[in-house]
Nanobody, 119 residues
Framework: QVLVVESGGGLVQPGGSLRLSCAAS????????VDWYRQAPGNQRELVAG???????NYSDSVKGRFSISRDATKGLVYLQMNSLKPDDTATYYC?????????????WGHGTQVTVSS
């Protein structure tokens, strides 16, 4: 069983930065495609950024140019660097690790980390 854990959330002023981390116990994130999602109260969960096992990245239009997703292969971590934060970025951020196998898809979610952007 793979347990995905997010960390790094907190309270930051508009224009500030945070770096979120995603780790997996019982597995190694290097073999998974990893996505970051976020969900604000009353809103649907939305995809923010993703990185494939080959390192290909993608971003939602709302964060493109401000957020950056990356891997640390030696530590088995995935980061979401968030710069120029806005109040609209306030949400719970979730890490999703997934891959396809012969036996079917493996999909794991973390419990989320809260990011609050406020002055």
């Amino acid at each position: 069983q793979v347990l995905v854990v997010e960390s790094g959330g907190g309270l930051v002023q508009p224009g500030g930065s945070l770096r979120l981390s995603c780790a997996a116990s019982g597995g190694h994130l290097s073999i998974y495609n990893v996505d970051w999602y976020r969900q604000a109260p009353g809103n649907q969960r939305e995809l923010v950024a993703g990185i494939s096992t080959s390192g290909k990245t993608n971003y939602s239009d709302s964060v493109k140019g401000r957020f950056s997703i990356s891997r640390d292969a030696t530590k088995g971590l995935v980061y979401l660097q968030m710069n120029s934060l806005k109040p609209d970025d306030t949400a719970t951020y979730y890490c999703n690790a997934h891959r396809s196998t012969f036996w079917g898809p493996h999909v794991y979610w973390g419990h989320g980390t809260q990011v609050t952007v406020s002055s």
